[in-house]
């Protein structure tokens, strides 16, 4: 199931667009009124781009909605039915993002993200109707960037979509390109991270996650600070995928979890990296 926004027009200062809920047996329709500096406003007339999305779906309907929509946005979209041919077709096409639903015939959303995550590099959004906690901490540990639950708002869609792709394009807002805390070395660049001189294998999310953390090495960060800059939101106080994230980096560190040392966690206000990790001064 997911809403749909079709043209607008203008009254006043305003424009008012009628905002549909497709799902497969109904269709509900309603106004909304929205100022015309508001966030869907800006991103309809802002996200237009050539990115290439790969739409894993086997419900023929959504896929068709989903698909005329994001053309309208500008993207380019190819579709998928099944999760056991998503391997052949990232050889062939190399999309920039994936759109991945978890109940796929052939092969699940998840088997899918656990076999192609190695070797692709894109973005991955995952989107579901299941609503479990675990599905959603399942997916992220595998390795997609962001988790959507059905019904999903358009807005909220491409603003994921966008988050993705703008951290894929290496768009950094602190202007180091190159990092260096103790033997981490970060290359904005190229995207790549290295310990002791050995490359760390990344999802997209975590090499901009352990990038914030040093480059502000030596201060605290909110998880509200560091979903906002992962994500685009706002920190709920449930939503786990930063503490998960970082579980995932300290592995990747070699981090003892018991005494961390790399990322530490401060009790009440988030997480600190160290200026000098300890033994290394």
């Known amino acids: 199931m997911i809403s749909l926004l079709p043209q607008r027009f203008k009254v006043a200062d305003t424009f008012r667009y009628k905002r549909l809920t497709f799902c497969s047996r109904q269709v509900r329709a309603d106004t909304v009124r929205c100022d015309r500096n508001s966030l869907p406003h800006r991103l309809m007339a802002s996200i237009r781009n050539t990115a290439h999305i790969l739409l894993v ?3 023929l309907r959504l896929a068709g909605l989903i698909r005329e929509y994001l053309e309208k946005n500008g993207f380019r979209i190819s579709h998928e039915i099944r999760g056991d041919r998503v391997g052949s077709r990232l050889s062939r096409e ?25 070797a692709y590099r894109g973005g991955v959004i995952m989107l579901t109707a299941r609503d479990e906690d675990y599905d959603e901490l399942l997916g992220l540990e595998l390795g997609a960037d962001d988790y959507i639950r059905k019904p999903v708002e358009p807005r909220l869609l491409l603003a994921r979509i966008h988050t993705v792709l703008r951290r894929l394009g290496g768009r950094q807002d602190n202007g180091a390109r ?8 970060i290359d904005h660049d190229t995207r790549q991270a290295s310990l002791a001189g050995e490359s760390l ?32 939101l706002d920190y709920d106080g449930a939503d786990r995928s930063i503490d998960l994230r970082v579980s995932r980096l300290r592995r990747k560190l070699g981090d003892d979890p018991r005494s961390p040392q790399r990322i530490k966690t401060v009790r009440g206000r988030g997480y600190l990296m160290p200026r000098v990790p300890a033994g290394e001064g």
């Not at 999309?95 to 192609?116: K, T, Y």
């Not at 190159?178 to 070395?185: E, K, N, S």
């Open 94 to 118: 190399q999309p920039d993002l994936i759109i991945l639903d978890v109940m796929l015939p052939g092969l699940d959303g998840f088997a899918v993200c656990r076999e192609i995550r190695p």
């Open 178 to 185: 190159l990092i260096t805390v103790g033997d981490l070395r």
């Open 57 to 59: 779906e086997d419900d």
């Open 201 to 232: 294998d990344l999802s997209t999310a975590e090499f901009d996650l352990l990038a914030l953390l040093a480059s502000q090495a030596g201060k605290v960060l909110s998880r509200d600070d560091l979903l906002r800059h992962v994500r685009g």
